[in-house]
Structures are given as structure tokens and as C-alpha cells.
């Protein structure tokens, strides 16, 4: 069963829009979550992280939003640039991290120029 | 600060063999977890250790086993390989203390042939 859900396994935008990945989780006990970014034969990088006692967090040109209630989060991107296009996971954790990440399947995102 | 670093990168192994991978974290960090990444399964959690203590584990079988030494240097094994363990193997780090943020290495591929 899978806790986290990413629906959309590939995104196209163009460049200077604006990106939206979106993430859906089923575990209530999840209290952290966070988006990494991955380009081919490399690992994951950590992107931004938001608490489950926040809706919103941003950093420079990414933007995370939590909705408790609807249990989703939304990652934006503004504006996209081409080294953006690579594949970005949303994660989970509970308990202090202890439990390990748990991830979605990603989802790839392609800039268009 | 250098970042995680994964030993060996590549390596192909044959059915029935084991293997041991290796990690290094990030200076200062005691926390280190693995990973597995494969098309079908994504990314899951396989252990974390913390200043030499398995502190938990993800759902995979007995074959898998880990250690991590006084230098926060930690270890990966798979004994009796099979077709399926074939993936990535990514080790990630975090830093002690309430830290949910974890930093990966570039990963092992391993191919069971």
C-alpha cells in the first residue's frame, strides 16, 4: 500500500512558468515531509522540507505548501529554469526521522524553452 | 564539507553470491540509512543506524544486513543474491540531534546476472 503518492510520473512546462508537483499521503501519523530532486546516475538532493505545523515554506524560487486536512502537498517551482527538468520525489517521515523516508515514485519534470 | 561517498559505484555480481557496499557520510554525522531503488518498487527504506545501533528496519528480508563502525562509517550486505536485488543502493546521511533532512550519496548500481 503505498503511503505516498505522486500521480502525474511526468510534468512538461515552459520555461519561466510556473512548475506545480503535487503529492498525496496516506499516514496521519506523518509529521515531515520533504522534496528531493534527481537527475539520472546520481542520488537524490535535498530540495526544501516543511513540519506538519506549517502550511507553507519557501526558499529562493521553491515554494512548499502542506494541506493537513487534505493531506497534500504541493511542491512550486517559479520561474522554471532548464536545470530544473529532472525527476523530483516527495517524501514522509514520522517519529524524528527514526522510521526512514518514506517516498513517493517521482515525478519527471521536463522544461520546455 | 565533502558530501556522502558511496564505494563502489558500479559492480555486477552473480546469483547465489553476496556483497558488501560501503558508505561514508557526511563529516559530523552519525546518522546513516540505506536505501533501494528499483523501476518497480521506487525508492524504500531498507535500516538506519545511529552511533553503531540498527535503530530500525524496512520491510526486506534477512539477507539484507548492515553495520556501522565508531567512524560512522557504515556497511551494507546482501548474501545469497537473486535476480531481484538487482538496483540502486543509496546511502544517505543526517546530522544527530532532531534532524529530518537526509543527505544521499550518488549510490551503488549493483546488477545480479
Known amino acids: 500500500d503505498q503511503q505516498v503518492k505522486q500521480n502525474s510520473p511526468s510534468l512538461s512546462v515552459q520555461e519561466g512558468r510556473i512548475s506545480i508537483l503535487n503529492c498525496d499521503y496516506t499516514n496521519s501519523m506523518f509529521d515531515y515531509f520533504l522534496w528531493y530532486k534527481k537527475y539520472p546516475a546520481e542520488g537524490p538532493t535535498f530540495l526544501i522540507s516543511i513540519s506538519s505545523i506549517k502550511d507553507k515554506n519557501e526558499d529562493g524560487r521553491f515554494t512548499v505548501f502542506l494541506n493537513k486536512s487534505a493531506k497534500h502537498l504541493s511542491l512550486h517551482i517559479v520561474p522554471s529554469q532548464p536545470g530544473d527538468s529532472a525527476v523530483y520525489f516527495c517524501a514522509a517521515s514520522r517519529g524524528g526521522g527514526a522510521d526512514g523516508l518514506t517516498f513517493g515514485k517521482g515525478t519527471h519534470l521536463i522544461i520546455q524553452p | 564539507k565533502a558530501g556522502v561517498t558511496q564505494t563502489p559505484r558500479y559492480l555486477i555480481k552473480t546469483r547465489g553470491q553476496q556483497v558488501t557496499l560501503s558508505c561514508s557520510p557526511i563529516?559530523?554525522?552519525?546518522?546513516v540509512s540505506w536505501y533501494q531503488q528499483t523501476p518497480g518498487q521506487g525508492l524504500q527504506f531498507l535500516f538506519e543506524y545511529f552511533s553503531e545501533t540498527q535503530r530500525n528496519k524496512g520491510n526486506f528480508p534477512g539477507r539484507f544486513s548492515g553495520r556501522q563502525f565508531s567512524n560512522s562509517r557504515s556497511e551494507m550486505n546482501v548474501s545469497t543474491l537473486e535476480l531481484g536485488d538487482s538496483a540502486l543502493y543509496l546511502c544517505?546521511?543526517?546530522?544527530?540531534?532532531?534532524?529530518?533532512?537526509?543527505?544521499f550519496g550518488p549510490g551503488t548500481r549493483l546488477t545480479v546476472t
Open positions: 544517505a546521511s543526517r546530522g544527530s540531534g532532531f534532524s529530518y533532512e537526509q543527505y
Open positions: 563529516s559530523g554525522h552519525r546518522s
